[in-house]
């Protein structure tokens, strides 16, 4: 919510994609501003890849990223098989990546090629207590 309130998906229409990359992978979906309720994309099935064969958490999340000792570039490839995965399902208009990672988007970013924009988060890892603080505002008012 933070992201879209004031940081990289202020003012963007259309469908925007939150993913944040850490310990697994958080998602959350935007269309025109407005938060699609209940969606789990951390999970999507990556079984036609000769990589990895199941959950995405499992393939990309930073967490496997340490565990497997991935160097930056092998990682942003993981990265770029689930982000096109979730681009063939929904074609958003914008992908914001957050979480840890998002402070280091210098060092893999750009090894990542997906058919539409990718930014990384303004608010970096301190958007979702940020979002966690406006949605708590609003629900008082």
Do not use: C
Not at 28 to 39: K, M, Q, Y
Not at 70 to 84: N, T
Not at 99 to 104: M, T, W
């Amino acid at each position: 919510m933070a992201e879209i309130e004031y940081g990289a998906g202020k003012g963007v229409d259309g469908l925007v994609v939150m993913v944040t990359l850490g310990t697994g992978i958080g998602s959350a979906l935007f269309i025109d501003g407005r938060l699609v309720p209940n969606t789990e994309f951390g999970h999507l099935q990556l079984t036609g890849h000769h990589l990895h064969g199941g959950d995405a958490e499992d393939f990309a999340s930073d967490r496997i990223r340490e565990t497997e000792e991935l160097g930056w570039p092998d990682w942003a490839e993981r990265v770029q098989v689930y982000l096109r995965h979730l681009h063939a399902l929904l074609w958003p208009d914008l992908i914001i990546i957050g979480g840890g990672v998002s402070k280091k988007t210098d060092k893999w970013l750009q090894y990542v090629s997906v058919p539409t924009k990718i930014v990384p988060a303004t608010l970096q890892n301190n958007a979702g207590i940020v979002g966690a603080a406006l949605l708590a505002s609003r629900r008082a008012h």
